[in-house]
């Protein structure tokens, strides 16, 4: 492989700050790439959480190609992360302008629409993007969201199925659906959803907390304390934990 290959591979597996180096070195030596490394170094900026970087680099990789979508959205992409909305949506747009038939622009359009809580737009550019490839977990989940966030919430399950599915990794998928699921009142339903959840991120103390919920509202009392003591094991002081073994306290003494 190549070095570019090598960052290619790198970043693929979230190895971010050795992709930037490998992409740097490709850049110096690879001279045929050098619009796509800079792009790549961007992205990695962007991963590492430093977007005024990547700004910086998409801004020299947009000398060398100024019509190329990917540069264009990934420096939007970056103005998101720096929270500058302004600056955004112009370079969102003007990716659409040089290749309207690109699905990662309309996903971030989505995402964008998203952010500024314009629901039924970002409904329609995730819908968009999924008309060019359907197969994108990430966007079927940010779909199931938005339809969540519309109270449609038999689409929203359907999205996280389709994200789930695509993607056995979109934990996300899993969890929101159990959350759904609890609002809907389906305790039992839901638990298996965040037991799923626990077995790959036994940490994650919001999964603790609405494992605990649910098998509250089921009356199974036991349960419910195992899994509030996970949390306390964590986070001694979480609020909500606490509160939950308060409440528990009260249903065993009445």
């Not at 989940?141 to 109270?151: P, S, T």
């Not at 649910?214 to 002081?237: G, H, M, R, S, T």
Request: negative net charge.
């Amino acid at each position: 492989m190549n070095l570019f290959e090598q960052g290619d591979e790198l970043y693929s597996n979230g190895f971010y700050q050795e992709a930037y180096e490998k992409f740097e070195l490709a850049y110096v030596n690879e001279v045929e790439n050098r619009a796509d490394c800079l792009n790549y170094m961007a992205c990695c900026q962007i991963q590492l959480g430093n977007p005024q970087q990547a700004i910086e680099l998409l801004d020299k990789a947009l000398k060398i190609s100024p019509a190329w979508e990917r540069l264009l959205f990934n420096k939007g992409r970056a103005y998101l992360k720096l929270g500058n909305y302004t600056e955004t949506l112009p370079y969102l747009n003007r990716a659409i302008m040089a290749n309207p038939n690109n699905q990662d622009a309309y996903y971030y359009l989505g995402v964008y629409y998203e952010k500024t809580a314009e629901y039924e737009i970002a409904k329609q550019y995730y819908e968009k993007s999924l008309e060019i490839d359907h197969e994108q977990a990430e966007t079927h989940l940010n779909l199931g969201v938005i339809y969540w966030r519309l109270d449609d919430k038999e689409k929203a399950l359907k999205q996280f199925d389709i994200a789930y599915l695509l993607d056995k990794d979109c934990l996300d998928a899993l969890w929101n659906k159990g959350c759904i699921l609890c609002s809907l009142k389906q305790f039992g339903d839901a638990i298996p959803y965040f037991e799923k959840v626990y077995e790959n991120k036994p940490s994650d103390i919001e999964n603790l907390n609405e494992m605990a919920y649910a098998y509250f509202k089921l009356n199974d009392f036991q349960q419910a304390l195992k899994w509030l003591n996970k949390v306390l094991e964590i986070e001694p002081n979480n609020e909500r934990a606490l509160k939950g073994i308060r409440a528990v306290s009260e249903r065993l003494h009445k």
